[in-house]
Structure formats: structure tokens, C-alpha cells
């Protein structure tokens, strides 16, 4: 559903609807206040700051009867760049704020979730050197000066990944700090330069925190994998036990790094609220980062709903690029999270690099699974082997069964046996740990149909190799053809230049855009699948309470891991081009982006059919084409203002969010938003849109080329475009025109490039005829 309303009608009716939803007898609930920005200046004294939470404790006073029963009721005043606060509150005080003209929004202190699958079978990182392939980003000391941050789970500190040897001072202009006056243990450096914890808001949902909860340190993993893929250092013989040997890397092995702890353990399965965010965020913009890495989110919402959408956009207005995770929800349409056009948002993709495990029957059938299972079978024995359907409990569900969930496996129908188990539901590492306690020598994970060719290699506590969804029907197909079923588990090896690849991860969200369709999501695609990266040694490699093993290294999956990614590319590019803004640095990843494999055909989905730009945006990134683009599709702070008159927001709101000045202009087309794709969902037999592309390479000569969608014409006008200097901006048409007779009903894609001859700008074109 696209958002038109009015601003106030949205808050009211969002109030309205909570308000329905929840007993007459509940206690306060904890919102955040959105009153837009401040105005003062960077360098604001502590003075100025406490003068800005006595404001905020006033205005939220002259609803509550008094300055005391604000300070009682506020848990965050937002004080530096972003004006707001956060407040346990009655449903009808909250509304009752929403409808004062000084506010912009007013919205729950809601839970996101980190975009990794491993806990709720959705995944996530990766051994990232595909970046540092050219000479320019392996220069000693290059990218120094470039500040990362991350809101995460924190930090592990004691990783190699972040050690600062060999790193010069810390950069002038950091203003962070390191948190660790409660964790002596926890130390910074020239590397790791700050860490922070914010967990006010999740306290306002669990309750009083103990004093293990004031600290940065990440005791999940997540954390430590994110920043280390984005900004890690080199870290020669990294592995997971044993597996994939080699140098890990971060996308920006020389960045400095910051950590901002915004997730805690899961309640009511997410981990990461709002008001704590936003508290990130007003903070890391005071610190100076130049990156913000986020690989979180939740359900797509209303930009001043939204945290995410509200914390960035105040990050770009001080030329801070910020990138997200576009979720774990595929495959389904429209699951896309992160949809604010000032982000990057990254879905997740394979790379060439499995870590095989084959699966051998005893008709000498092979099927080619994945693990990273230290554990192995003797020699070449072959063991029973039965379906988990087959070996259920007497009270167990058929359905419980297949899937291995726990209390539904029979040891003595298991025990001495390989037991095959179903993908979905619970944890895959919960499957094999579940088939061990049932006393299996070994398993077999199929996946089911929507998740189709898509395997993972998991850290096992068994021997166990997870195969697609073809050859998990051959294999129960096999179970049910003879009285005698038997197989064997060959150890893991490691395999590089595996073809296919990259192809679309099932788990990562797609388009359309639900929020505002005319813009696409995801961005872009990277690599999300068996990422290894740096990990906490506070937690075993599968998160599960029963893993006592410990490792430097992990192998995770999700768009949790392919958003940093992009993140140390960015990190890169703004070292390479430090005046670019970040809608120039977006531009250059997407219009350098490929859509096609490593075999020259064009990337498929996990059931390996050809995918499309709702799975991958522009394309799979290309970090060494992104640095010299030719040209950018270039926007502004007054470009995202006029995106937001659009969906109806009004000229009093506006300002107030932006502090300067501002009037809707009647004419604004979203289909004119200087996007690098061009997306139209309502096609009425034809719309010309206009783009503005600025070069940044050398003066030459660019030409139109394009691949029309099924049922599409579209004419370019000009097509050609001649630049003369760095910083020349040339305005171009595109009229697209429904052809009757061959339109579908559904949407189609194609693709215009400018093309020098040596830079090759490429643009999705998605259009649905109306």
C-alpha cells in the first residue's frame, strides 16, 4: 500500500489502532516523541544540551501535570542532532502529543529484528577479500581516516580483526568515546576507536537491567561479524575449524571502527528497539562517522514511523552514508524492510565458495550438500538411514517429526542411523543437535520448496550435509523404494570457483516496495551466504546453549552479512572521493552493479530461475567499478524533502524536520526522484520521466542504450551526452509507453545505459501496465 495521507491523520489513526488493539487494563507503553531537529550547532556545549532535556522535560510536563512526573516518565531525551525523546506513556497521552502542532511523529518503542538466520532460520557473513582486488585499496595506511560505525550487538574487542597495530593517531575529528567505565575488561584503541551501549528502550519493554547489560562487549556474534566484515583488518589463517583457510578482510581493512550496542537477547523475538536507535544514531552523527553499517530492521512503516528512516536521514544531512539490511523474509514479494530512499539497502547473494559435504547412497547415487561439521563418519562405512517422518514419537506430529523439532524424534527407531530432517521452523543447528540427542551418527538437512537450491554451510555438532530441495526428494524418494536404506556423510572439503554464482539467497527479502512503490528496493546484492568473518568467544559458533565450543572465526548467513559489505565499500569510496555525497556514492554502486554470474548468464533465484531487480536491485555490487563510475544520478537534502511532499507529509512538518525553510511545490512527480532506477507501477498508457546524471570521470561523449521491458516502448531523448568537465550536469527524458498488445499484467524489466565505450551507467527500468 502506497502512503498518501496527511501526516496528522496517519499519527492519529496509528494511535487509534493501537488503541484497539490493546486491553483497557494496560499499563504505560514506551514511545518515542519525534519533535524534528535542532538548532543548534555541532560544537553545542553540555550547558546547551541540558537546556534541550529541559525543554523536553516541559513539554512533556504540560501533559502530565508537572516537570516531575516528565523526568519520571522520559527515558531518552534526544539532544544533539535529533529533537525528541522517548517516555513510558498512556496510549491517550500519546495521543493527545501526536496532535500538537510542535510534533512531528509519535510511535512505539517497537522491536526489530538483527537480519542474520541463524536463530529463526533466517542468516549471516563472509570472507570478504572480493573488495581488495585492486591496488589502489591495498595501499599501506589507505583509508585511515575513514570512521565506520556499526549498530549492532557491539563488539568483541580482543579479536585480531580490530587490533591497531601499525595504525597512526586516532583521527581529529572523532568526538566518540569508549563505554567501558562498568567492563574494565572492555579497552579501545587506534583501531577500535569507540564503543557505546544504549539499552534504555529495551529496559522499557523486559524491565530493570543487572549490570551485565552496561557494557558494549557482543556476547552473541552477530556484532563482532558485522564490523569485522565491514571494516575488519587483515587476519592471516582464518578459518572455521579448519575451513576456508585464508586472509580475512574487512570491506575497508583499514578503517577505523565504532561500535554502537543497540541489541540485546531476544524478547518476543526481536532484539533491537527503536528508542535505543535512535539514541545511536543522535550520537554517532556527534561522534563523526563517515559509514553507519545497520544490519537490522523490522516490518516496512511510514517514514516518521520509522527509526531507521528518522535516524538516517539526519546521518545524510551531515554527509554520513548509511547502509541496511533489506531482511530475511524472502522469498515471498514485498517483504523488503529499509525502504528510505536516502538508504543504501543490500539484499544477500552466494559466492563462489561451498564448503561440500556429499551425500552417498548406497546405490552410489551422490548428492552435493554443504556443512561445516568438524565431526566425520569412519572411512566409507554406510549406516542406516531413515526419514524423520519415520522415526516420530508416538504423541509427536507428523510435522514436528519431519522438521526434527525437539520431544518429536523416537532414539530407539534413530539410534546408529542417519536421520533426514526437513529445513524450516526451528534453527538448522537445533535439527542436528536434536537428531544426536535421539542418538543419529548422522543427518541429512533437505530444504524445502521455497528455500530450493539455497544451502548453508552450518558449524554441526555431528556429522551432517545439507542438500537442496531436488535432492532431498530423490533422497526420501530412495528411503521409500527399498526395505534396506543406507548411506554415508563424506567429510567437508573447500571448494572455490563453484559456478553458479553469485545467485539470490532464498531468505533475502524482495520488492516491491510497499511503502512507495516508485522507489525500488532492494538496492543492490552482495555476498550473505556462509560469510566468514571475526566472532565473539563469549557463545559457541551456533548460538545454542548447548555448543561449548568456541571460535575466532564463524560462518554466518543473511543480509546481515551482505549489508556491511557494502558498507566497506563505502568506506573505501569515501576515502577515494571525499566530496561526493552520499546519494553520489549510492548512485556509483548501483549503476557499476552486474546482473550477471560468473558463467555470463544472468543471476538466477535459489530455485535457479532468473531473478529479478526486486531480489537484486541494480545488480550484484562491483567494488573496483564503483570507483569510477563516469557518471552519478545526484540528490540533496531538498531532493529528499521534495520526495516527502509526495506522500502528503505538510509544509508545516517539513521544516521542522529539515530546520530551514521549505514549501511543497505543486508540480512534484515521485516518478522525477533523481533515483538510479527508474520504477513506475502504475502505468497508464505512457509517462515521461526526467533524470539529471553529473560526471565524474573525464570529459567524453555518453549514448543511450536500452532494453526495453515485455509491453514496453521507452524512448531516451537526448541520446547523447556531452561532457566537457568534471561536475557537468546534463537533464535527459524518458518517455515509456504502454504497447497494448503485448502488455502484461505483472511487472517487467529492463535497462538503460550511458556508455562511454570505457564506463557502462546502468539503470533498472520496472514497470507494471496499469
Not at 286 to 293: K, Q
Not at 630 to 641: F, K, W
Amino acid at each position: 500500500m502506497q502512503m498518501r495521507l496527511s501526516n496528522a491523520t496517519l499519527l492519529v489513526t496509528f494511535i487509534v489502532f493501537s488503541l484497539l488493539q490493546t486491553p483497557a487494563f494496560a499499563a504505560k507503553r514506551s514511545y518515542v516523541v519525534y519533535l524534528g531537529g535542532h538548532k543548534h550547532g555541532l560544537e553545542s556545549l553540555s550547558v546547551d544540551l541540558d537546556a534541550v532535556t529541559a525543554s523536553h522535560h516541559d513539554f512533556l510536563g504540560s501533559f502530565l501535570g508537572g516537570h516531575e512526573h516528565a523526568r519520571e516518565a522520559m527515558f531518552y531525551s534526544y539532544t544533539r542532532h535529533i529533537n525528541g525523546f522517548a517516555a513510558n506513556l498512556d496510549d491517550e497521552v500519546a495521543a493527545e502529543i501526536a496532535r500538537h502542532p510542535k510534533v512531528v511523529s509519535v510511535f512505539l518503542n517497537k522491536g526489530r529484528k538483527l537480519h542474520t538466520t541463524r536463530s529463526w532460520e533466517f542468516l549471516g557473513l563472509e570472507q570478504n577479500g572480493f573488495v581488495a582486488s585492486n591496488s589502489i585499496w591495498n595501499k599501506t595506511g589507505y583509508g585511515e581516516d575513514t570512521i565506520i560505525g556499526n549498530l549492532d550487538t557491539g563488539v568483541w574487542p580482543e579479536s585480531k580483526s580490530f587490533s591497531d597495530e601499525g595504525y597512526g593517531p586516532i583521527p581529529s575529528k572523532w568526538k566518540g568515546i569508549c563505554q567501558n567505565h562498568k567492563d574494565a575488561g572492555f579497552h579501545c584503541n587506534r583501531k577500535l576507536i569507540g564503543a557505546r551501549y544504549f539499552n534504555k528502550g529495551y529496559a522499557a519493554i523486559v524491565g530493570k537491567l543487572n549490570s551485565s547489560f552496561e557494557t558494549p562487549r557482543d556476547k552473541e556474534g552477530h556484532g563482532t561479524h558485522t564490523l569485522s566484515t565491514a571494516g575488519g583488518n587483515m587476519v592471516s589463517k582464518a578459518s572455521v575449524f579448519g575451513f576456508g583457510t585464508g586472509t580475512a578482510k574487512g570491506g575497508a581493512p583499514r578503517a577505523r571502527v565504532a561500535a554502537y550496542k543497540v541489541c540485546w537477547p531476544p524478547v518476543l523475538e526481536n532484539e533491537c528497539f527503536d528508542a535505543d536507535i535512535l539514541a545511536a544514531f543522535d550520537v554517532a552523527i556527534h561522534d563523526g562517522v563517515d559509514v553507519l553499517s545497520v544490519s537490522l530492521g523490522g516490518d516496512p512503516t511510514a517514514i516518521f514511523n520509522d527509526s531507521l528512516a528518522i535516524g538516517s536521514f539526519h546521518a545524510i544531512k551531515h554527509g554520513i552514508v548509511v547502509v541496511c539490511s533489506a531482511g530475511n523474509s524472502g522469498p515471498a514479494d514485498g517483504t523488503v524492510s529499509n525502504i528510505a530512499p536516502w538508504l543504501i539497502t543490500v539484499g544477500a547473494s552466494t559466492m563462489d565458495r561451498e564448503f561440500s559435504s556429499i551425500v552417498v547412497l548406497s546405490n552410489n547415487i551422490r548428492f552435493k550438500g554443504q556443512s561445516l561439521s568438524a565431526k566425520v563418519l569412519p572411512g566409507k562405512k554406510f549406516f542406516p538411514l531413515i526419514s524423520a517422518a519415520d522415526a516420530k514419537l508416538a504423541n509427536a506430529s507428523i510435522e514436528n517429526a519431519t522438521l526434527c523439532q525437539a520431544g518429536a524424534i523416537n532414539p530407539k527407531k534413530v539410534t546408529g542411523k542417519i536421520l533426514v530432517c526437513l529445513r524450516g521452523q526451528n534453527a538448522r543447528v537445533d535439527k542436528g543437535q536434536q537428531a544426536a540427542r535421539a542418538g543419529a551418527v548422522g543427518m541429512i538437512l533437505a530444504n524445502n520448496i521455497l528455500t530450493g537450491n539455497e544451502i548453508i554451510a552450518d558449524a554441526h555438532l555431528l556429522p551432517a550435509s545439507h542438500i537442496n530441495y531436488t535432492d532431498g526428494l530423490a533422497v526420501f524418494a530412495y528411503i521409500n523404494s527399498t526395505k534396506r536404506p543406507m548411506a554415508r556423510i563424506t567429510p567437508v572439503i573447500t571448494q572455490i570457483g563453484t559456478k553458479p554464482a553469485p545467485f539470490m539467497a532464498a531468505f533475502s527479502s524482495k520488492g516491491p516496495n510497499t511503502i512507495t512503490p516508485e522507489i525500488l528496493k532492494p538496492d543492490i546484492t552482495a555476498p550473505g551466504v556462509s560469510v566468514i568473518a571475526a566472532y565473539t568467544e563469549a557463545e559457541g559458533p551456533t548460538n545454542e546453549d548447548f555448543d561449548k565450543r568456541r571460535v575466532k572465526f564463524n560462518s554466518v548467513s543473511g543480509t546481515s552479512m551482505s549489508c556491511p559489505h557494502v558498507s566497506g565499500i563505502v568506506g573505501l569510496l569515501k576515502s577515494l572521493h571525499p566530496n561526493w555525497s552520499p546519494a553520489a556514492i549510492k548512485s556509483a554502486i548501483m549503476t557499476s552493479a552486474t546482473t550477471l554470474d560468473n558463467s555470463h548468464e544472468p543471476i538466477l533465484n535459489a530455485s535457479y530461475i532468473k531473478a529479478g531487480a526486486f531480489s537484486y536491485g541494480a545488480g550484484h555490487v562491483q567494488p573496483n567499478h564503483a570507483m569510477d563510475p563516469g557518471l552519478v544520478y545526484d540528490l540533496t537534502a531538498t531532493d529528499y524533502l521534495n520526495f516527502l511532499c509526495t506522500l502528503g507529509y505538510n509544509e508545516t512538518l517539513i521544516p521542522v524536520f529539515s530546520l530551514k525553510p521549505y514549501k511543497c511545490r505543486r508540480s512534484i512527480n515521485l516518478a522525477n526522484f533523481n533515483y538510479p532506477s527508474i520504477t513506475i507501477p502504475k502505468l497508464v498508457r505512457s509517462i515521461t520521466v526526467t533524470r539529471t546524471v553529473k560526471n565524474v570521470g573525464s570529459p567524453g561523449t555518453y549514448r543511450a542504450q536500452v532494453q526495453k521491458p515485455i509491453g514496453i516502448s521507452v524512448y531516451v531523448k537526448p541520446k547523447k551526452l556531452k561532457f566537457k568537465k568534471v561536475g557537468e550536469e546534463k537533464t535527459f527524458k524518458v518517455t515509456l509507453k504502454v504497447n497494448k498488445a503485448d502488455a502484461v499484467k505483472e511487472y517487467v524489466y529492463g535497462q538503460l545505459i550511458w556508455s562511454d565505450h570505457v564506463h557502462y551507467v546502468r539503470s533498472p527500468i520496472v514497470v507494471k501496465a496499469a
